[in-house]
């Protein structure tokens, strides 16, 4: 009798080599891989190539500032961001072809010393939209494309905290990109075919983002001391392209 | 296993960043220039100036590029314009050289600036008193004055600010020392012809420029013989109806005369005239000199605080005439007007003892003092010495005296009826600045976000009207304006306490200053910060 445990180690190895298992079973010859165990009612526990149709996943992106605006507003030549994304996988449209729709967030911040000598902190927050098709190849394996929309704000906090710029800005971008899907089987941890299984999804994509240009009007940030306050003018540090392309990783749970 | 290591170096890429903002440099800011009815920094960093209407502080103010490392800005004098040195840059491997630039930035226009390159990287901006003429020099014999490994401290250039001539090169004779300052003449008729000389300082020299003339030779004037004694030239006085300059210098008892005389050129790089130095004995070493008087008539009075004496020279005797003063002055200030004892209006003197801790001013008519000698002076005691003084319009001079606890104290004197009116204060005036035109107001604050002001003439609210206008940040500088801005109204412009000079100002309106209409700027010396690149 192999433990719940036991198992959940060796799903964590088949998602992070995924290719040394699978490849294994399609080597086998037909009868042979009919014998990979099905989960069913009577047998709890067992692993499955089911489609999942939800994925919640942890994801990571790195972005490269190509323009040079973008680089002084970031200070760097790539960021980084984390977030979270849930994708629905709709039913098969076609044989081993699938749409998938997925919400995502993704933040990412950026504390440097700017060519000011200022200290700068930069900040995103993008609530994204996806579609994407994807072809299996393997049961495991899925390449696909994806075009997604986003939109949310834009931060940068400029200067010490007594004498601090800020402004926020209204972001909004599209992007496209191809990338692979690996999974996982499926484990069935309820003795119950209502319980979907369990199995590891992982994505790496690679795309281009296009999005408006980020016009950050900074302002004196008052600590409130003052009754009444001399009206302080913003000023303009100027519009800042945001166009990058991007590698974004994710990892997590399909159902 | 290769592969097992695959995916977490994709997960860790994002926080290997590359951080380009490690090796950019710092920023440097030239002081704030008060224009007309504006006001202009210029960022030595990027080579930008950026110009702000205190009627219209937008969050872009003009921006204009000034070329590379300026270190010199200024007001164009009589006019309203910008005037900016740049270094320029000497080049590498990888960047093209700069020269040395000259620019002219005209607020009011949208045009682009006047540059004119130069031909040394100068760090000295010196200009005439009508604007048209600048002169640009190296203050120092240093390599780093001038960015070059080698270069004749003694080269200096002669500009026409009005564009009307080329600039000039007019490398001066090198007798062993740089030049320190250049001072200019009025432009007034000599020997027949509309003319501008300047007169460049150096340690035992003084060498003379027609301005108008770039293709004449300088003049070199030795002060000493023998090089026995050391002279540093310090005040000049051009007497250009009588064709005398008068030259002022720390290390001599002696007033130096230079006697210009017409000659006619021995070639077409000679001068119209001659100089002829002579020496006017003060008895000691003078302080501060100012002619008076026309013609025969024109004396110099000279203090020598040494002697606690007001000598009178006439320089076509060579005469010296010294009156004792009592008192240690230092600095004269000369007027003409009436006094308590008489109507007519002549030629008098305020004697005030600058920085020598004399309690005493003195009075002096200076219309035949020589025979007169110590009846045409007169004392009045004030209750703390005087550290500075500022004439004003309409016969007023403010003093700045210093009481015993080191505190700023300021009395307004009025010339003519020799009455010192003592200003009140609350606390100590840390900043004070005056308005030097027929609007005098006096604007001073303590080093807190306080300023206070006061009417030095009657404006209409009454003598020594006073206000007060409480903002939101310390007060490092107070700059009025001159001219009404764009709104019709004139601005008084405060520069805020700015850590990080990023460029913080306060506006208000400088003839009915009301915290309600006033308005700040912050951070705009970041305009556009990402677009220019540098800072």
Not at chain 2, 23 to 32: F, N
Not at chain 2, 185 to 202: D, E, I, K
Not at chain 2, 377 to 406: F, H, K
Request: glycine share 8%; proline share 7%; hydrophobic share 40%.
């Amino acid at each position: 009798m192999t433990t719940i445990r036991h198992r959940f180690l060796i799903l964590s190895t088949a998602a992070f080599l995924p290719a040394l298992p699978v490849a294994a079973q399609d080597a086998l010859p037909p009868a042979a891989r009919t014998a990979v165990p099905q989960a069913s009612e009577t047998e709890a526990h067992s692993t499955s190539w089911e489609p999942l149709r939800f994925a919640l996943a942890a994801e990571i992106q790195t972005a490269w500032m190509l323009q040079d605006d973008a680089r002084r507003l970031w200070g760097k030549r790539n960021t980084g961001g984390a977030g979270l994304s849930l994708s629905y996988d709709a039913p098969q449209v076609a044989r081993k072809t699938t749409v998938s729709l997925d919400l995502s967030w993704l933040a990412s911040a950026v504390s440097t010393t700017n060519g000011l000598d200022l200290p700068q902190k930069t900040s995103t927050q993008i609530f994204g939209l996806g579609l994407s098709v994807r072809y299996d190849v393997f049961r495991w394996l899925s390449p696909y494309a994806r075009v997604a929309g986003g939109m949310g704000w834009a931060a940068l906090t400029m200067g010490s905290p007594d004498f601090d710029l800020r402004d926020r800005a209204f972001v909004y971008q599209g992007s496209a990109g191809a990338g692979l899907l690996v999974r996982s089987p499926g484990v069935h941890l309820v003795r119950s075919r209502r319980w979907p299984p369990l199995a590891f999804v992982g994505r790496v994509e690679g795309g281009y983002t296009i999005g408006n240009a980020t016009d950050l009007s900074l302002k004196l940030h008052s600590s409130g001391s003052g009754k009444d306050p001399i009206p302080v003018e913003a000023v303009s540090v100027g519009e800042v392209a945001r166009r990058f392309p991007y590698l974004r990783v994710s990892l997590g749970v399909g159902f | 296993m290769k592969r097992a290591y695959l995916l977490p170096l994709l997960l860790v890429s994002p926080l290997a960043c590359h951080d380009d903002s490690a090796s950019s440099p710092s920023r440097t800011v030239l002081p704030m220039v008060a224009l007309d009815n504006s006001v202009a920094y210029v960022d030595s960093t990027s080579g930008t100036a950026f110009l702000l209407d205190p009627a219209n502080l937008a969050p872009r103010p003009r921006m204009v590029a000034t070329g590379k490392s300026p270190i010199v800005a200024q007001k164009r004098k009589a006019a309203n314009q910008l005037l900016v040195l740049t270094h320029g840059d000497q080049g590498s491997s990888s960047t093209e050289s700069e020269p040395a630039r000259l620019v002219i930035v005209d607020p009011a226009s949208n045009a682009a600036p006047v540059s004119t390159d130069l031909p040394g990287r100068f760090d000295r901006l010196a200009q005439s008193d009508d604007g048209v003429f600048a002169i640009l020099y190296y203050g120092s014999v240093s390599s780093g004055a001038s960015g070059s490994m080698l270069y004749n401290p003694n080269d200096l250039a002669v500009a026409t600010l009005d564009g009307s001539k080329p600039v000039a090169s007019r490398p001066i004779r090198s007798l062993g020392s740089v030049p320190s300052s250049v001072t200019f003449s009025p432009r007034a008729m000599l020997f027949g012809q509309l003319r501008t000389l300047a007169a460049v300082l150096a340690p035992n020299y003084v060498t003379l420029l027609d301005l108008d003339r770039a293709d004449r030779t300088e003049i070199t004037v030795p002060l000493v013989a023998d090089g026995t004694q050391n002279v540093t030239p310090v005040q000049v006085l051009f007497d250009m109806a009588g064709a005398n300059i008068y030259v002022r210098a720390d290390g001599s008892n002696d007033i130096f005369q230079i006697s210009l005389a017409q000659a006619a050129p021995a070639n077409s790089k000679s001068n119209d005239f001659r100089v002829s130095l002579s020496l006017i004995g003060a008895g000691s070493e003078p302080s501060d000199m100012e002619m008076y008087g026309t013609g025969d008539a024109m004396r110099l009075a000279v203090t020598t605080p040494g002697t606690r004496q007001l000598a009178i020279l006439d320089p076509k005797t060579g005469n010296a005439t010294s009156i004792s003063t009592a008192t240690q002055v230092s600095q004269i200030l000369l007027f003409q007007g009436k006094s308590p004892k008489s109507s007519e209006i002549q030629d008098r003197a305020m004697l005030v003892g600058v920085g020598t801790g004399a309690t005493a001013l003195v009075f002096a008519d200076l219309k035949d003092i020589e025979s007169t000698q110590g009846l045409a002076l007169e004392s009045w005691s004030i209750p703390s010495p005087v550290v500075g003084i500022t004439p004003l319009p309409g016969n007023i001079a403010l003093l700045n005296q210093r009481d015993v606890y080191g505190s700023v104290t300021l009395s307004v004197v009025n010339l003519e009826d020799r009455t010192i009116e003592p200003i009140g204060s609350s606390g100590a005036l840390d900043y004070v600045t005056v308005e030097a035109t027929a609007q005098s107001r006096l604007w001073g604050t303590n080093g807190s976000s306080r300023i206070e002001y006061l009417d030095i003439v009657n404006r209409g609210q009454g003598p020594l009207y006073s206000g007060e206008v409480i903002l939101d940040q310390t007060i490092t500088s107070i700059s009025p304006l001159a001219k009404p801005s764009t709104d019709g109204k004139r601005y008084l412009v405060l520069e805020m306490y700015d850590p990080m000079s990023l460029g913080y100002l306060t506006v208000l309106y400088a003839d009915q200053p009301d915290r309600k209409e006033a308005r700040s700027a912050y951070g705009f010396l970041l305009s556009d910060y990402f677009k220019r690149g540098q800072p």
